[in-house]
Every structure is written in structure tokens, then in C-alpha cells.
């Protein structure tokens, strides 16, 4: 099974935390010049010094804030001017939690901006590169709540769901140059995000975190939290040849929490 990336540039976004960064560390490990794509140049500095270069990599960063459309236009086209991404994961952080009756139209107008108009923009940026490589990777990390919405994140399983919809419909558009595009979904991964949503759970709830935690791992078949890393090799498997005939999918990563089929 062929799942050397040896040689093809991979953009990852969200890359210094969680997901994103045990993303890059995974793809290095199998051959793919890393471009590290985030808002903090001292954090992507550190992570770009951990990852693998044992295949005469060149790893980079770029730096962006994805709440600003301006500069992932920026960014993108100065990547873009110079190589050819093969492999694209777009991955960033999800809106703030709170049931939908209480979201501001702001607050869905930040998300979609955020997360489907700046997938857009990369992916537009990059698909002509690929389309000439005859290889293309499109992977975005979403959650479980496309498969159905989660309490208390009204604003994200909107959002989310829209940035489903949205892949589908570019997985139909570009199949045909050997670009393929799926979503990941995670379940209860151990990262901040997720400290996070405990924190606000047992504040809403007037709890410890302690108990929180214990009802949200009670939840899932498999008895415990995801790793980041497991999450990763999942991505991997998708960015890598071996995935070649797998597109227009929304793969949930979750321990078995997710109730449907």
C-alpha cells in the first residue's frame, strides 16, 4: 500500500495545536513538505523545528489569522505563486459554544466566515496547482455534529454542516482531475477545545470539570477521550495515494459516540 507523500507539499491549517499540529507531525513523518499555516509566527517557529526531515523535507509556515479574510488571501497567493500543494487540510477553531437561541446573527456570520468562506479561498488558490499535478488532497476537519447537532453548540452545528454540504458539492466538481475531498469528524479528542467546552459545561451546570468529564466519557462505546494523534493518521490516510478512490465522505473519528448508522 502506497502511502509515501514523499515530495508533495501539504498545507495544514490550525497547525501549532491539537489536530492540526499532530497533523503536520504525521504527514512529515511520511515524506510531505509541511507548510504550516496559523496567526501565532512564534508558535509556528517551535512546531517547525519538531517535525520530521529525515526525506530532505523543507518544511515553512505562513502566517494568517482565519478570522481575516484579507490575509488568507495574502498568505495563500504567496504560497501558491511559488509551488503546487498537493495535499490541503483545513482545520480551524470552532465558533464559541451556547445554544442557538442565544447566537447573535454576528456570531454565525463569524463562523461562516471563518470556516466555508476561508476553506474558499484556499482551496480556489490551490486547485489550479493541483488540477496540474494531477493530484489533489482536500481534507477538512469538522465534527461529529454533521451527523447530528450537539447540545449546547447551536452556532457550530450550523456552521458545520454548511461546511459539509459545501465539500460534497466540490468533491462532485473536481473527481475527474484525480482531486478527491473528505471531511473528518471528530469525536471527543483531548485538546483545548475540549477542556474548553468541559470548563463552560460545568460553569453552566454549577459542577466540577472532574464530573463533567466522567458523563462525557460515559457517552462513548469505546470508554475513553481520542488522542490527537488518532485523528492524524486518519487525515494521513486520506492525503495519501492509498485513499485515491475515496472521495465526497464524511468520516467520523469517535470512539463510537455518534448514535446513527
Not at 174 to 189: A, C, D, E, W, Y
Not at 194 to 208: H, I, V
Request: proline share 4%; glycine share 8%; aromatic share 4%.
Amino acid at each position: 500500500m502506497d502511502i509515501s507523500l514523499k515530495g508533495k507539499y501539504a498545507l495544514i491549517c490550525g497547525s501549532t495545536q491539537g489536530i492540526g499540529l499532530a497533523t503536520a507531525k504525521v504527514l512529515a513523518g511520511m515524506g510531505a513538505n509541511c507548510i504550516l499555516m496559523a496567526r501565532n509566527e512564534e508558535s509556528l517557529k517551535t512546531v517547525v523545528q519538531q517535525l520530521a526531515c529525515d526525506q530532505d523535507q523543507q518544511h515553512r509556515y505562513q502566517v494568517a489569522d482565519f478570522s481575516e479574510k484579507q490575509q488568507i488571501e495574502t498568505a495563500i497567493h504567496q504560497l501558491t505563486s511559488t509551488l503546487k500543494i498537493a495535499i490541503l487540510v483545513n482545520n480551524t477553531g470552532g465558533p464559541k459554544s451556547g445554544p442557538i437561541t442565544e447566537a447573535l446573527p454576528s456570531d454565525f456570520e463569524s463562523a461562516f466566515g471563518q470556516h466555508l468562506i476561508g476553506n474558499q479561498i484556499l482551496v480556489t488558490a490551490v486547485l489550479p496547482g493541483m488540477k496540474e499535478l494531477g493530484y489533489g488532497r482536500i481534507i477538512n476537519i469538522i465534527s461529529t455534529s454533521v451527523k447530528t447537532p450537539l447540545p449546547n453548540l447551536g452556532v457550530s452545528n450550523t456552521i458545520r454542516a454548511a461546511v459539509a454540504s459545501w465539500a460534497k458539492t466540490l468533491s462532485n466538481e473536481v473527481g475527474k482531475f484525480n482531486i478527491t475531498v473528505n471531511n473528518v469528524l471528530p469525536g471527543l479528542t483531548e485538546t483545548a477545545r475540549l477542556t474548553s467546552l468541559m470548563e463552560q459545561t460545568a460553569k453552566n451546570q454549577q459542577s466540577e470539570v472532574s464530573d463533567v468529564e466522567k458523563n462525557m466519557v460515559k457517552t462513548i462505546p469505546m470508554a475513553r477521550f481520542g488522542k490527537a494523534e488518532e485523528i492524524a493518521n486518519v487525515i494521513a490516510f486520506l492525503a495519501s495515494p492509498a485513499a485515491s478512490y475515496v472521495t465526497g465522505t464524511s468520516i467520523r473519528v469517535d470512539g463510537g459516540r455518534t448514535p446513527s448508522i
